[in-house]
């Protein structure tokens, strides 16, 4: 694997912020004018970031061009207000650019698959692997709900849906779980709450607020691009287990 030394990563940086804003004309420039730089564009080395649940985690590598599919499960979604879509569009038409582009490049970024829990460390996932998540729905142990007479498959469900284990949330719904099951009286906490209630603060409060401003002040700015990352990330993580969730909701 060719993962870029310090400096290099950090010139990448550039790159990195070029793709996440479909700014076509910058990632061309950064082509031309540092070939050997943006043929490692596949192995970027993100730094740990304020998400980091392990203390001695230090970063993983993603591959930049998928930004672009992650622009793409976010814009292209419904349900935007009709004050936002000249906006939306403008960022739709923008990705559909990208996504161009990348396919003169021998690039089909979306035909591609992301394991988003690999990322966990920086969204609201939890660990996929740690065999202690299945021991805690939400702020009790899994054994306080059983005796209360939830079913497992419904405790089990909300664990594999928060780890963003796609493969076995589908399986459980297709057994009959439940997502719209609520875990306790007074409050919304079913697992499609969890996963809507987040991904309705990503898009506000996060991504397109980056955009925004992006828009207004362009480069001259501060960028912290592991929180970027994360909130790109974690929002399309979201919106594609939203959707998932949704097809199951017995509510509709």
Not at 31 to 52: C, G
Not at 197 to 202: D, I, K
Request: with cysteine.
């Amino acid at each position: 694997m060719n993962i870029p030394k310090n400096t290099e990563n950090e010139k990448l940086g550039k790159l990195f912020l070029a793709i996440y804003f479909n700014d076509i004309e910058e990632v061309i420039e950064f082509k031309n004018q540092k070939a050997d730089l943006y043929a490692k564009k596949h192995n970027f080395f993100i730094e740990e970031n304020r998400y980091a649940k392990n203390e001695n985690f230090q970063g993983i590598t993603f591959d930049l061009t998928n930004l672009t599919l992650l622009n793409y499960k976010i814009w292209f979604t419904d349900g935007w207000r009709k004050e936002r879509m000249p906006f939306i569009n403008e960022k739709r038409q923008q990705t559909n650019n990208m996504v161009d582009f990348w396919k003169s490049e021998g690039e089909d970024v979306l035909n591609r698959k992301i394991e988003y829990n690999k990322y966990f460390e920086y969204f609201y996932s939890n660990d996929p692997n740690n065999p202690e998540s299945d021991k805690e729905i939400i702020a009790d142990p899994t054994s306080y709900f059983l005796e209360k007479g939830f079913r497992e498959i419904d405790l089990r469900l909300y664990n594999r849906a928060e780890c963003f284990d796609f493969v076995e949330t589908e399986n459980l719904l297709e057994k009959g779980a439940n997502p719209n099951v609520h875990f306790y009286e007074d409050e919304d906490s079913s697992i499609f709450d969890r996963i809507n209630t987040e991904r309705s603060y990503l898009t506000t409060c996060e991504v397109t607020s980056g955009f925004d401003f992006f828009k207004r002040q362009g480069y001259q700015q501060y960028f912290h691009i592991p929180s970027m990352f994360g909130d790109l990330l974690g929002l399309a993580a979201h919106e594609e287990m939203y959707a998932l969730l949704s097809k199951y909701d017995k509510e509709k």
